[in-house]
């Protein structure tokens, strides 16, 4: 029965009592969300249990206007136990409003302000108690955006933090700030590009500001870092590992033990090749390459040798592969590659990560046939994610059924080749490719799970900078 045919008749009322309530939840939990809200429509009953709260725990709710919000919406929001909202255009006086129905909010984001605000227009964040997480976006303050005071309440509450591309007074002052949070975990910081005579540039935050920020923060297991582009000179060599004051007569690092590590518009001499070598916890490093310049040295290479427990690896842009395939250290079993590649990359990575699980990369000219080459060079397997640019995926992409360990295949499409298809006619996954997709299932005893649309972005992380979407 298709969902869509849940609407049409009284019958549905007995049908939603064959089951019992934690079956259809347990059903309902395997429909997307918008095949939820379509069995939500269809009785009172099923109302009820498309808002059970298990259903909703990860989910983040967009408030775009809160005067049209009616008593009935808040409800629903309050059955389905929702904690965590991204705010738009939100007026100084409706978090009041938000105080008053979702009082137990874990996490706030504030997306998009339209206006420049001022230093106390977040100052109502402290009523709430069980606020763990806040992201700021694309936004412009006047006055800082941390007050004192709502900082010395926040100090030990905050779990995680974010803020992307917001203007304020002094990055310094604000890093400051964010250095007496002491249970922070989660920190992203890309800040906003400044016009000066010679272009858009971002300041580094100097040295001593950033070493007390690691240094007060302890805690701290993910870094999303967004401030080494267009630098006159290198920062200094230590400048990711901070001296713990503690042992002054000889060299200790006194950071925190990191275990993610994002690098945001980076520039390839921004940081030297000695730069992560106090580093040795990190399992995830990301980095997000601005450009480069011709003659610049490949450091990334150097970085990766000093990263023995390293799992994951994203690269996304920057030099040559070649610079740095053959240091990739083999406790690497997720890697992502967001760059022209060929067959000959993908063949030297493979002898490095011959027991690579997941991998993420671009399907363009360059790389040939690379469902054919795939399953020699990448035998284990357990999740492939391809991106095509130039064409739709042809009949090589049944080969992948050699890939024995396969379980979830993605196939995704850049934006603009979605928007010609679509022009024509077509859409994605086209006819073609929907025939592929179901021969392969067949073809892997049900094994090979195709995914052919984006995941949903996530409001609370996914910024503009890192979001890889349409
Ligand atoms: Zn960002």
């Known amino acids: 029965m298709s969902l869509t045919s849940l609407n049409n008749g009284p019958s549905l009322v007995d049908f939603s009592s064959v089951l019992p309530p934690e079956l259809w939840v347990l059903v309902l939990s395997y429909l997307s969300k918008e095949d939820r809200y379509v069995v939500r429509a269809s009785s009172r009953r099923l109302r009820t249990l498309s808002d059970h709260p298990s259903l909703w725990r990860d989910s983040t709710v967009v408030l775009s206007d809160l005067r049209r919000y009616t008593f009935g919406f808040w409800s629903t929001l309050e059955s389905r136990r929702l904690t965590r909202v991204a705010v738009r255009h939100l007026r100084r006086q409706e978090w009041r409003r938000l105080l008053r ?115 007060g923060l302890k805690k701290l297991r993910h870094l999303s870092w967004g401030t080494m582009s267009e630098l006159r000179k290198p920062l200094p060599d230590d400048y990711f590992s901070p001296a713990d004051p503690e042992h002054p007569g000889s060299f200790q690092y006194g950071g925190p033990e990191l275990t993610s590590l994002e690098l945001v518009d980076y520039m390839e001499s921004a940081l030297s090749k000695d730069a992560l070598k106090n580093l040795t916890s990190l399992r995830s490093l990301k980095i997000h390459y601005k450009h480069i310049r011709k003659d610049e040295e490949c450091c990334l290479g150097y970085w990766l040798t000093s990263l023995p427990n390293l799992e994951s690896l994203s690269i996304h842009g920057g030099n040559s592969l070649s610079n740095y395939a053959a240091k990739i250290p083999p406790s690497v079993t997720r890697l992502t590659l967001r760059m022209i590649l060929t067959l000959k990359d993908l063949h030297l990575i493979s002898t490095k990560l011959p027991q690579l699980k997941e991998l993420d990369i671009w399907q363009n000219r360059s790389s040939g046939s690379v469902c054919r080459r795939i399953p020699k060079l990448f035998p284990e397997l357990r999740t492939l994610r391809i991106r095509f640019f130039r064409r739709e995926p042809e009949k090589d992409l049944l080969n992948l059924v050699r890939l ?63 979001w890889e979407g349409d």
């Open 101 to 215: 129905f979702l009082p137990s909010l874990t996490a706030v984001v504030f997306l998009d302000g339209c206006r420049q605000y001022q230093e106390k227009y977040l100052d109502n964040l402290w009523r709430f108690e069980s606020l763990r997480e806040l992201g700021v976006r694309n936004a412009a303050w006047s006055e800082p955006l941390i007050s004192l005071t709502l900082a010395e309440r926040l100090a030990e509450q905050l779990t995680h933090l974010s803020v992307c591309n917001v203007q304020i007074p002094s990055e310094e002052d604000f890093i400051r700030t964010v250095s007496g949070f002491s249970n922070l975990r989660f920190l992203l910081f890309h800040p906003k590009e400044s016009e000066c005579r010679c272009g858009t540039r971002v300041r580094p935050v100097p040295m001593p500001v950033f070493h007390g920020l690691l240094l």
């Open 404 to 466: 024995r360990h396969l379980q979830r295949l993605e196939l995704l499409v850049e934006h603009f080749f979605i928007i010609r298809d679509y022009l024509n006619g077509h859409q994605w996954p086209s006819p073609a490719v929907q025939e592929l997709i179901d021969q392969l299932y067949s073809l892997s005893h049900n094994r090979i799970y195709t995914v052919t649309s984006m995941r949903q972005r996530n409001p609370r992380w996914d910024c503009d900078c890192i």
